[in-house]
Structure formats: structure tokens, C-alpha cells
């Protein structure tokens, strides 16, 4: 397999754990990441869509564009031997599914659960996405069919605040408020999460199969 792209997550060898510490259960995550160029068109669409509000999003309530990703599972919790049936299941779910376009046209806000009564700010998409629930679909059962509980999935969104400084305004019906920004989603990425580290660290990553480029590649989906 070729070596997936480092963009965003500390790269790290997954069959090493860290030198002095005691044996903990460590959280995984399978999410997308964007390009370079997708970030960066990500982060101009943020300026714009917070510009034409008035408002403005700086530390400490903004979450490092370094870090933005797309999460194709909830954080899965157990020993370091869990890599290697969640390494199964992101190869199997895969090597199932082409690559789709995301394309995030708004921002919008919600009210969080966890942190209590914190505000999150993220990107939703146009549209029904039938790319990603396909993936995530199949992400899910193949972890499911090797017995790691998968409660809940969730839509489309990139958040870019897990502790915004309040709500969005709300802008007039039909207002435009940002570019649309066209995301390829051709990779798997599994990440370690750990509180000590600013970054996700990634374990490994596979391909999806290869399909036409923008929306109109959703039809080899069926």
C-alpha cells in the first residue's frame, strides 16, 4: 500500500508505545482529512462566512485548522491490542467503497452535550451525501461484525469550534455567506487520540477505490 500523506496528524510507529508510562487504554478514531489546498480553501471559506456575520473567531475558541477532519466513527477505547482489529475493519471497509465528494456550503451552530451547554461551529454540506453514509455504513458493520460496539453515526460536518464564543447570526434566507469548497474524500485514515498531544496521531490509513472526481462520481455508488 502506498504511504498515505501526512496532513495534519503526527505520524507515529503504531508497534512502539511511549517510553515510561504504564499501559493505558488508548482512544481511536477513524475520520477523512482534507488536502492542503482543501484546508486551506476550508479556512478562507470560515473567513468569509464570519465576515459577512460580523464576527470573529480567535484562541482560545478556535479549533487548529491542523486539525479539522471529517469523524467516520465515534472514539473506540481499549487496549493497544484493539489496532489491530480496527486496522481490519478500516482495510475492509475500504477496499468496499470508491472515493466521493463532501462540498460544505454553510455554517452553522449547535449546542453540545459534551462539554455541557458548549457551542460548536462547523462546516454541514449541501445535499444528502450518499458517498459518506455509504462508507460510514460500511465502516460501522465491518467493526460491528468483530465485536467493537458502534452506537451511533453521525451527518456530514467539519467543526472548527468545539467552544465558540456564542451563537452564529443569523443571516436573512437565501444569503449567500461563503465559497463552496469541494472536498475528495479518497483516504481512511485510523488516529490515536491522546489528551497530551495537540494532534492526532495517525496509525495507518488505506485507499478508497478510485472513482470520478466531484458529485457527479456518486452514481458508482449504487
Same mark, same amino acid.
Given at each position: 500500500? @502506498?504511504?498515505? $500523506?501526512?496532513?495534519?496528524?503526527t505520524?507515529?510507529d503504531?508497534?512502539?508505545g511511549?517510553?515510561?508510562?504504564? &499501559?493505558?487504554? @488508548?482512544?481511536?478514531?477513524?475520520m477523512?482529512?482534507?488536502?492542503?489546498?482543501?484546508r486551506?480553501?476550508?479556512v478562507?471559506?470560515? $473567513?468569509q462566512?464570519?465576515?459577512?456575520?460580523?464576527?470573529r473567531?480567535?484562541?482560545? =475558541?478556535?479549533?487548529d485548522?491542523a486539525?479539522?477532519?471529517q469523524?467516520?466513527s465515534?472514539k473506540?477505547?481499549?487496549?493497544?491490542?484493539?489496532?489491530t482489529v480496527?486496522r481490519q475493519?478500516g482495510?475492509?471497509?475500504a477496499?468496499?467503497?470508491p472515493?466521493?465528494?463532501?462540498?460544505f456550503?454553510?455554517?452553522?451552530?449547535a449546542v453540545s *452535550? *459534551? &462539554?455541557a451547554?458548549?457551542? =460548536?461551529?462547523?462546516?454541514q454540506?449541501?445535499?444528502a451525501a450518499?458517498g459518506?453514509?455509504?462508507l460510514?455504513q460500511?465502516?460501522?458493520?465491518?467493526?460491528?461484525?468483530r465485536?467493537?460496539?458502534v452506537?451511533h453515526?453521525n $451527518?456530514? =460536518?467539519?467543526?472548527?469550534?468545539?467552544?465558540? &464564543?456564542?451563537?452564529l447570526?443569523?443571516?436573512?434566507?437565501?444569503h449567500?455567506?461563503m465559497g463552496?469548497? =469541494?472536498?475528495?474524500?479518497?483516504t481512511?485514515?485510523?488516529? $490515536?487520540?491522546?489528551?497530551?498531544?495537540?494532534?492526532?496521531?495517525?496509525?495507518?490509513?488505506w485507499?478508497?477505490?478510485?472513482?470520478p472526481?466531484?458529485?457527479?462520481?456518486?452514481?458508482?455508488?449504487f
Amino acid at each position: 500500500m @502506498d504511504q498515505p $500523506r501526512n496532513i495534519g496528524v503526527t505520524r507515529v510507529d503504531a508497534s512502539r508505545g511511549s517510553p515510561n508510562t504504564a &499501559p493505558m487504554a @488508548d482512544c481511536y478514531l477513524f475520520m477523512a482529512m482534507p488536502s492542503p489546498a482543501e484546508r486551506l480553501a476550508l479556512v478562507e471559506a470560515l $473567513r468569509q462566512a464570519l465576515a459577512v456575520r460580523g464576527q470573529r473567531l480567535a484562541a482560545p =475558541h478556535a479549533f487548529d485548522p491542523a486539525n479539522w477532519h471529517q469523524s467516520l466513527s465515534p472514539k473506540c477505547e481499549g487496549p493497544p491490542a484493539l489496532r489491530t482489529v480496527l486496522r481490519q475493519a478500516g482495510a475492509a471497509a475500504a477496499e468496499q467503497t470508491p472515493a466521493f465528494t463532501l462540498s460544505f456550503n454553510r455554517l452553522r451552530d449547535a449546542v453540545s *452535550s *459534551s &462539554p455541557a451547554s458548549a457551542i =460548536h461551529w462547523a462546516f454541514q454540506v449541501r445535499g444528502a451525501a450518499p458517498g459518506f453514509a455509504v462508507l460510514q455504513q460500511r465502516l460501522h458493520e465491518a467493526l460491528r461484525a468483530r465485536g467493537v460496539a458502534v452506537p451511533h453515526g453521525n $451527518r456530514p =460536518h467539519v467543526t472548527v469550534s468545539y467552544r465558540a &464564543p456564542g451563537p452564529l447570526v443569523r443571516l436573512p434566507r437565501q444569503h449567500p455567506e461563503m465559497g463552496e469548497v =469541494h472536498w475528495r474524500v479518497a483516504t481512511v485514515w485510523l488516529v $490515536r487520540v491522546r489528551p497530551a498531544i495537540p494532534r492526532y496521531e495517525a496509525i495507518d490509513a488505506w485507499p478508497l477505490r478510485p472513482a470520478p472526481a466531484g458529485p457527479e462520481g456518486q452514481g458508482e455508488l449504487f
